[in-house]
C-alpha cells in the first residue's frame, strides 16, 4: 500500500514519531470537549446519527497540522499547504456516510485518538460510490491514514463503541488547482471557521 499507487497510506504510529504520547491528546481532548464553550454541535449532513460534536480548528490540532506539511509533502511527492483541522467525537450508532470531500481537503488525513470499547472502527475508501473493491482500515490510536480526500470516496460504518474519537488533518497542493483554499480561506492557522465568523460579525452588528 502506497499512496503514489492506492490514494492512501497508513503511518503507523504516527503521533509517537512526533514525539506525542496519544494518550495525553486523548486527555488534552476530554477536557476540551468536557469543559469547552467553543465545540461545534450541530446537525452534519455527511454524519447519520446524533449531532456531531467537534472541533475545528483546535489550536494544538493546528500545531500539528503544520508540523506535518513537510513529511506529508514528500509522501504526497509535491508541496503542501496547510489547510485546517477538524476533531470530531463520533458516538455509538453514528455512520460516517459515503462521499468526498470539498476542496480544502484535497489531501486529508485521519489520525485515530481513542475509543472507549472493545473493537477498532474502520475508515473505508473506494475508487467509486457503489463501494466496489472497498478496503476497511483499521486505526489503532496514534495511527494515521493520509488519503486523497477529493479523489477517493470515503465512509464510516456505524460505530460500534461507546464513543471514537480523532482528527482530520486537511492540505492542499501548493501548485494545484485549489491552491487558493491555503488555511481554508483564513488569514492564518489558528483562526476560527470563516462562516462561524461571519456569524459572530452578524450578531455585534445586531
Ligand atoms: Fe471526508
Avoid at 504520547?21 to 476530554?30: C, G, I, R, S, T
Avoid at 493520509?146 to 470515503?154: A, I, Q
Wanted: charge should be negative.
Amino acid at each position: 500500500m502506497t499512496f503514489a499507487n492506492d490514494g492512501y497510506q497508513v503511518l503507523p504510529n504516527f503521533l509517537g514519531s512526533l514525539g506525542i504520547d496519544v494518550k495525553d491528546l486523548e486527555k488534552y481532548f476530554q477536557y476540551r470537549f468536557n469543559f469547552s464553550k467553543e465545540k461545534i454541535t450541530t446537525i452534519n449532513n455527511s454524519i447519520k446519527g446524533k449531532p456531531e460534536v467537534a472541533f475545528y480548528s483546535d489550536p494544538f490540532m493546528e500545531v500539528i497540522l503544520e508540523k506535518c506539511v513537510a513529511p506529508f509533502s514528500e509522501i504526497v511527492g509535491c508541496d503542501l499547504f496547510p489547510s485546517y483541522s477538524y476533531t470530531r467525537k463520533y458516538s455509538c450508532g453514528d455512520e460516517l456516510l459515503i462521499h468526498r470531500d470539498r476542496k480544502s481537503c484535497q489531501i486529508s488525513a485521519t489520525l485515530s485518538i481513542a475509543f472507549e470499547g472493545t473493537e477498532i472502527n474502520p475508515i473505508c475508501f473506494s475508487q467509486s460510490p457503489d463501494k466496489e473493491n472497498a478496503v476497511a482500515l483499521y486505526l489503532k490510536p496514534g495511527d494515521l491514514c493520509l488519503y486523497r480526500g477529493c479523489d477517493l470516496w470515503h465512509w464510516r460504518p456505524p460505530i460500534n463503541n461507546d464513543w471514537y474519537l480523532q482528527s482530520f488533518l486537511h492540505f492542499v497542493d501548493a501548485d494545484g488547482p485549489y491552491k487558493q483554499f491555503k488555511y481554508d480561506r483564513r488569514n492564518g492557522l489558528g483562526e476560527p471557521e470563516p462562516r462561524i465568523s461571519v456569524k459572530l460579525d452578524t450578531n455585534n452588528q445586531s
